[in-house]
């Protein structure tokens, strides 16, 4: 069946250094959504992304949609304590349906 | 503006015991409405959905049911809960498929943390 794909798992970083997750499908996407969960608290959306090679910003975060429509990246650059979470991607099935990826774990290293 | 509620936000309850956990949303009309159980540290895994009052289709096989007795009520229950039952289940909701708006956007509720001890 349909898979996505996200990596890595974790990622550790220093606060100010840079973050990035990827997310990978093995079949084309109408759109790819992305969305945040803190610790303790539930997902909540981030944004959406449509159009083949759309790249849209959000402040320090910055979306990236593949030309194929098959790939996604969320960049944060300069990460902050507030960025802590987990971040997962989700893209729908043929009956519209999100399949979502396994998410990636911001941690900030002391 | 939409809300979704969903309680209670914490429990305990001992293997064998029954388990319901509610969720209403309000602002909405007729929306897709979602069961998750997300394990500590772990993705989110769909339990649930439904389409409208009474239709109600499985993921994965479990000793969960839910139901939709009305058109913003969702409602996840277990006659016997197992030790592996625990985690954090979180309802959710978006708009029907086919809503010039749509685009399969989910929005969670707080989530309920359940513990079978």
């Known amino acids: 069946g349909q898979q996505v794909m996200q990596i890595p798992q974790y990622q550790h970083v220093q606060e100010g250094e840079d973050f990035t997750t990827y997310c990978n499908s093995s079949?084309?996407?109408?759109?790819i959504q992305w969305y945040k969960q803190r610790p303790g608290g539930h997902p909540v959306f981030l944004i959406q992304l449509v159009k083949s090679g759309e790249v849209k910003k959000q402040k320090r975060l910055t979306f990236q949609f593949g030309e194929a429509k098959k790939n996604s990246s969320l960049h944060i650059t300069a990460t902050q304590t507030t960025d802590v979470g987990t971040y997962f991607c989700?893209?729908?099935?043929?009956?519209?349906?999100?399949?979502w990826g396994a998410g990636t774990k911001l941690i900030i290293k002391p | 503006s939409q809300t979704i509620h969903q309680w209670p936000a914490t429990l305990v309850q001992p293997v064998g015991s029954p388990l319901s956990l509610e969720c209403t949303v309000e602002g909405t009309s007729n929306p897709n409405l979602y069961w998750y159980r997300q394990a500590a540290g772990r993705g989110l895994q769909l339990l649930f959905y439904?389409?409208?009052?009474?239709?109600i289709s499985s993921e994965v096989p479990q000793n969960l049911s839910a139901s939709r007795p009305q058109d913003r009520q969702f409602i996840l229950s277990s006659k016997k809960l197992l030790l592996s039952d625990s985690g954090f289940y979180l309802c959710a909701w978006s708009v029907a498929q086919g809503w010039p708006s749509s685009g399969n956007t989910i929005y969670f509720g707080e989530g309920s943390w359940l513990t079978v001890v």
């Open positions: 079949t084309t996407l109408s759109n």
């Open positions: 989700a893209g729908p099935d043929s009956n519209y349906q999100l399949i």
């Open positions: 439904s389409v409208g009052i009474g239709q």
